[in-house]
């Protein structure tokens, strides 16, 4: 083979080693980028799981008002360690019933310090205890809710009141207290007393058994 042979098969040789080299590399870094996906995807649910449920005010509230249930909703937002004061999902319901300490505006997070604890008895009022069977109350009745407190039979007036506290019992009994105007209080503790008491909610509180 001469030397004008050897020159082009030489050529070729370097022009193979240099294409696998190119080939190397393109299927390293293609490697490189499927690493590189599958981490990023990795760290986007990794940031999802992270996130947590908290309370969020869901319509306006001016300072003084009672928080109702329907002025709280949930929403979830990125844990975060220095975030201080925001409310659990879970403690939702204990908010229910509370005052607002300042106006609160849909679309916020509440964070401690919007609220304070309702007075249990404003001026002018009294605090009536009862225990109510089942279809004698509204259903879901809970602290800071308005009802009517109305005989379940005679003739005595309807009577505004406010619950101060409830719970029911296993055997679906409400265990109430109820602050009732002055005037009143003592013909409701009478009912409750004879087992005539009959609670009615607001337009806005559903009525069940």
Same mark, same amino acid.
Do not use: C, H
């Given at each position: /083979?001469?030397?004008?042979?050897?020159?082009?098969?030489?050529?070729?040789?370097?022009?193979?080693?240099?294409?696998?080299?190119?080939?190397?590399? *393109?299927?390293?870094?293609?490697?490189?980028?499927?690493?590189?996906?599958?981490?990023?995807?990795? *760290?986007?649910?990794?940031?999802?799981?992270?996130?947590?449920?908290?309370?969020?005010?869901?319509?306006?509230?001016?300072?003084?008002?009672?928080?109702?249930?329907?002025?709280?909703?949930?929403?979830?937002?990125?844990?975060?360690?220095?975030?201080?004061?925001?409310?659990?999902?879970?403690?939702?319901?204990?908010?229910?019933?509370?005052?607002?300490?300042?106006?609160?505006?849909?679309?916020?997070?509440?964070?401690?310090? /919007? *609220?304070?604890?309702?007075?249990?008895?404003?001026?002018?009022?009294?605090?009536?205890?009862?225990?109510?069977?089942?279809?004698?109350?509204?259903?879901?009745?809970?602290?800071?809710?308005?009802?009517?407190?109305?005989?379940?039979?005679?003739?005595?007036?309807?009577?505004?009141?406010?619950?101060?506290?409830?719970?029911?019992?296993?055997?679906?009994?409400?265990?109430?207290?109820?602050?009732?105007?002055?005037?009143?209080?003592?013909?409701?503790?009478?009912?409750?007393?004879?087992?005539?008491?009959?609670?009615?909610?607001?337009?806005?509180?559903?009525?069940?058994?």
């Amino acid at each position: /083979m001469n030397d004008r042979t050897v020159a082009p098969v030489r050529a070729t040789r370097a022009n193979t080693r240099v294409r696998s080299r190119v080939r190397a590399q *393109w299927l390293v870094l293609g490697a490189a980028l499927i690493v590189l996906a599958g981490l990023l995807v990795a *760290w986007a649910l990794t940031r999802a799981a992270d996130r947590v449920q908290v309370v969020q005010i869901s319509s306006a509230v001016q300072a003084g008002d009672v928080i109702q249930a329907d002025d709280l909703t949930l929403t979830g937002v990125a844990y975060d360690g220095a975030l201080q004061g925001l409310v659990p999902a879970g403690s939702l319901q204990a908010i229910v019933g509370r005052v607002a300490a300042i106006d609160l505006r849909p679309g916020s997070l509440l964070v401690s310090g /919007m *609220w304070a604890d309702a007075p249990q008895l404003a001026p002018g009022e009294q605090s009536v205890g009862a225990v109510l069977a089942p279809g004698r109350f509204p259903s879901g009745l809970s602290r800071g809710d308005l009802a009517v407190a109305v005989p379940l039979a005679g003739e005595a007036p309807p009577t505004s009141v406010r619950v101060i506290d409830a719970a029911v019992t296993e055997s679906d009994e409400l265990l109430v207290t109820l602050a009732v105007p002055a005037g009143t209080a003592v013909v409701v503790a009478q009912l409750a007393a004879a087992d005539q008491l009959v609670l009615i909610g607001e337009p806005s509180t559903e009525v069940g058994g």
